[in-house]
């Protein structure tokens, strides 16, 4: 059975790192598989060894510091890194001193060369390192395109230039790093959405406080106003007013009362409350946002293995041309030597992959962010790029569409059984579908005087339900369910059609023989649906409603929502072969649902969104979106931020390489210098990277009118 290693690596910012360290451990014999979370800095190895020293001796070999992972020391670890400014500018200093002493001829040429030799080896021992592990192991990459432009340049002599172009690589190394962080730490700062602290009531009644870890489900805890709810919970005492901002993207408090559900990293806005703790902290709904969001950066998005690819080939391919203009110029036209050998050396600077390669992960991460603050957590970068392309968004109606808080409105005895109701009622309580729950809320009578219990029971997926009760077996679902046992009649179909045109949603309870009861339970289009379907028509998207439920209902629904097809009566099955059949148009299709049923279509579209806050586990484990306060609203909202990413993606790239195809003209044209290639690689990472950071101050034009 392989084993799961986990390692923190502080000094692994972006792809480039990761591509040393997979080409170093993906040789070692046991290693299965290897996971990069970039965001958190960790390394997650999946192996059959049984010696697990030569991972960590193998990640140190590449001059990394793997640390078993241990968040104080980590935290100790970054802390080390950032404070390491010191010697960096006193590189600087003597990189200047290097220039200003070569300039007033000081000692020429020995000082300003001492000078810039000892910048060059206080800034670029690192580097250095990079790069020849780079070169041995066939990895052309930034680090070692920027150690060979140095050594090149102090072999022709030329020792300010060569030490200020290592200072400066060094510093912008540094200030991307911290510009990253501030990408990252967008997400990770949702860990302090938990205190550390909880005010546990034990069984006595006296308070304890505690550390938050160790709270076990089923305690109570003690929530004062203006405090962080540490745990996912139930109100067992009082009601108050929370913030679900941080999980729900709500922009209002929301009313609790007794017996309400609350999530942990949640804000107590004006009462006391008691909550009964239902998951322990690593459980919790924000551990699993952060746990999800946390994942999401290594399933990688188009644009992003595109440019990873493209750098991979890039490289080798400046390093040729660079090559070829060190050499031809003088053998061919019998150009100085010195001229050319530095122009080569300027190219190799400016053909440095860098902001390219750092251009896409910053902005996935930063759009990432952006849309867990929405109260939209979206599993992988791919998803996020992918939804400005949905062009067709299938819908379920209950949950979905409507606001899946049915009524029971209708209760008609057809059959001549005693307490006929009852036994609907035994049946739709063993249901835990929307439907047979608005039955039982429904149901007027004590349920302590309901005689019966229902064995045998047995779940029809898309039609109903069965048990046995009191020695007989009855069934209690939707009109294909009784046309299947062929127990319909004319009366009774009369009787559902009026009620579905009325659109409510009919169930029948029957027997072997006949027809029982008939139950009309009615649901209620959300406000927000009617303003969702507007907005994605806006952009060009097309809708329609599928749904399990009689297509009378169904096109009630659609109706009063605005989609632009609707289709009832459906199984599971059904949903998916549809959502098959519009893939077939070269549409990009798009399934949102909440419940069991819509599993499999939800796997089977290009993108399935679940609503997270009703949705069952199932089908939140299969979408690739979750919307976490059910608004629909969100989904034009994501989508808007996907077309924002996306242009922030294609700006990146045309910024990083025209940038590049500018000075590579100039350089061969003989303006170029390396202090020109240094800022202008320096610059166009630091502007990728804060370009890319724009999402996390993005606001859909929706946002900005309200």
Partial sequence: MNKIKR?????????????????????????????????????????????IGILKYSINELGFDAIDLDD??????????????????????????????EILELFHPYLPALLALGAVIISGVTTYKKGLLAITSGNLNINALMSIAVTGALIIGVWPEAAMVMVLFTISEKIEGLSLDKARNAISSLMNLSPNKTVVIQADGVLLEVDSTVVEVGQVIRVRPGELISHDGLVCRGSSYIDQSAITGESTPVEKLIGAEVFAGTINKNSEIDIEVTADKSHSTLSRIIQLVEEAQSHRSVTQRFVDKFAKYYTPIIMGISLLIAILPPIILAEPWLVWIYRALVLLIIGCPCALVVSTPVTIVSGLAMASRLGVIVKGGVYLEQAAKIDYI????????????????????????????????????????????????????????????VSEFSATPGMGVHGVINGKTYYLGNQRFIEKYGKSNARLEETVNKLEEEGKTVTILF??????????????????????????????????????????????????????????????????????ELKQTNSVVAMTGDGINDAPALANAHIGIAMGGIGTDIAIETADIIIMDDDIRKVPQLILLSKKTREILVQNIVIALGI???????????????????????????????????????????????
């Fill in 660 to 706: 590049k195809m500018i000075f590579l003209l100039l350089t061969i044209l003989g303006f170029g210098t390396m202090w020109m290639a240094v800022f202008a690689d320096m610059g166009a990472s630091l502007i990728v990277v804060f370009n890319g950071m724009r999402l996390l101050r993005w606001k859909s034009k929706k946002t900005r009118r309200e």
């Fill in 72 to 101: 104080d020391i980590i935290e100790k670890k970054k802390q080390s890194i950032y404070r390491s400014w010191g010697p960096i500018i006193f590189a600087l200093l003597l990189a200047i001193l290097s220039e200003v002493s």
């Fill in 511 to 580: 027997n072997d023989i006949e027809a029982l009861a008939i139950f009309g339970v009615s649901d209620t289009i959300k406000e927000s649906s009617r303003e969702a379907i507007s907005y994605l028509h806006k952009l060009g998207i097309k809708s329609t409603i599928l749904s399990g439920d009689n297509l009378r209902t169904v096109r009630y629904i659609g109706l009063q929502a605005g989609v632009d097809d609707y289709k009832g009566g459906l199984l599971p099955e059904d949903k998916t072969s549809i959502i098959n």
């Fill in 394 to 453: 299938a819908l379920d109606k209950t949950g979905t569409i409507t606001k899946g808080d049915t009524a029971l409105v209708d209760q008609i005895v057809i059959g001549r059984e005693e307490n006929i109701l009852d036994i609907g009622i035994l049946l739709a309580r063993s249901s835990n579908h929307p439907i047979s729950q608005a039955i039982t809320r429904g149901y007027t009578k004590d349920f302590k005087e309901i005689e019966g219990e």
């Fill in 7 to 51: 390692y923190s690596i502080q000094e692994m910012d972006c792809p480039t790192e990761e591509a040393m360290i997979r080409n170093k451990l993906e040789k070692l014999d046991g290693v299965e598989s290897l996971g990069f979370n970039l965001i958190k800095r960790v390394l997650t190895v999946e192996h059959s060894l049984d010696d």
